[in-house]
């Protein structure tokens, strides 16, 4: 055997670990940038998941408005009757039209920005809907609530911000220890594309739905881009990109970087399995058509704690 084919072939396997492409979205004359920190694995800092740069935006940006998910979990939840767990709730999307169908929630989150704003959504409700509601500092691979649930979810992907196994069986296992016997757990990650795993147009920025206009009068175009991929940790670094135009003409361009885990869907049903869960239902959709139905489609698994 030649010295070549025994050699691993280093300069391969690092541009395959990381392919990094030129950033396109340099800022421009005229226009400032802010990015979040640094991701910090410490917690209770915001860490991977720094929404700060997203808050003000987050229920504005068009695919997350019209995202079709909110009468899946809704149902999902009146259908166990509660109590319910919202495992990364953010700004409440899903757990405040939840609450006000009469379930009582307990949402968790790592990032006080996003709870913040939830708890402001949540004040202009009517007092029976905010009596139903508990909101949650913590980390979901780490956390005691003292309570038992009919039902945890992870709604738009919060468990795609655990970067390692170790972090996903900490999460799977501690949202498990919060389960009532027979519970339920909604699992909802994307179902990864070839296409988004190698195609060269998801390295440049692209436009996500059309501009939308803050209360304030500032008009927010949102871009996203891979920065880079890392194929053998199954990790891409996401940048969620924000043009701003403020009323006097202003521009501001905002950068939420963040790196993402995507799952397969066999891994997935391993790690479930390995962690006391027994897969009920595989969708591809929230109208529950099968997984294979579509393509790519979602991940949404529900199951239930064996
Ligand atoms: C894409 S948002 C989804 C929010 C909400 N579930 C929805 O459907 O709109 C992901 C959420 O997960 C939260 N998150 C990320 N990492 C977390 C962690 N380790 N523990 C708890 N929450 C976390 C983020 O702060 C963020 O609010």
Do not use: W
Request: glycine share 6%; net charge negative; with cysteine.
């Amino acid at each position: 055997m030649s010295d070549e084919t025994e050699k691993p072939d280093q300069e391969a396997i690092d541009a395959a670990r990381r392919e990094v492409k030129g950033r396109d979205g340099s800022t421009p004359p005229g226009q400032t940038e802010t990015r979040a920190p640094e991701p910090s694995s410490s917690p209770p800092s915001d860490s991977s998941a720094d929404y700060r740069i997203d808050v003000e935006f987050y229920d504005h940006v068009v695919p997350y408005r019209d995202r079709a998910d909110v009468d899946f979990y809704v149902e999902m939840a009146k259908a166990t009757r509660g109590p319910v767990l919202e495992i990364g709730c953010g700004t409440g999307r899903v757990l405040i039209p939840t609450a006000r169908a009469g379930v009582e929630m307990v949402g968790l989150d790592l990032s006080e920005a996003m709870l913040s704003e939830c708890r402001r959504k949540l004040a202009s409700e009517p007092k029976d809907v905010q009596a139903r509601v508990r909101l949650v500092r913590g980390d979901m691979r780490d956390f005691e609530l003292k309570s038992e649930f009919a039902l945890a979810t992870t709604p738009f992907r919060p468990f795609q911000h655990l970067l390692t196994v170790e972090d996903q069986m900490a999460c799977l296992r501690a949202i498990r220890r919060h389960l009532e016997p027979n519970g339920m757990l909604v699992l909802d990650i994307f179902n990864p594309s070839l296409d988004y795993l190698v195609g060269d147009k998801f390295l440049t920025e692209t436009d996500e739905g059309p501009p939308f206009e803050m209360p304030d009068g500032r008009v927010v175009l949102r871009r996203h881009r891979l920065a880079s991929r890392d194929r053998f940790a199954q990790v891409n670094d996401v940048e969620l990109i924000y043009y701003v135009t403020h009323p006097d003409g202003r521009e501001e361009r905002r950068v939420h970087a963040f790196p993402m885990r995507y799952l397969f869907r066999y891994e997935a049903e391993h790690l479930l399995a390995r962690c006391g869960f027994a897969i009920e239902e595989l969708y591809a959709d929230y109208d529950k058509n099968p997984f294979g139905s579509q393509s790519p489609g979602e991940l949404i698994f529900v199951a239930r704690k064996a």
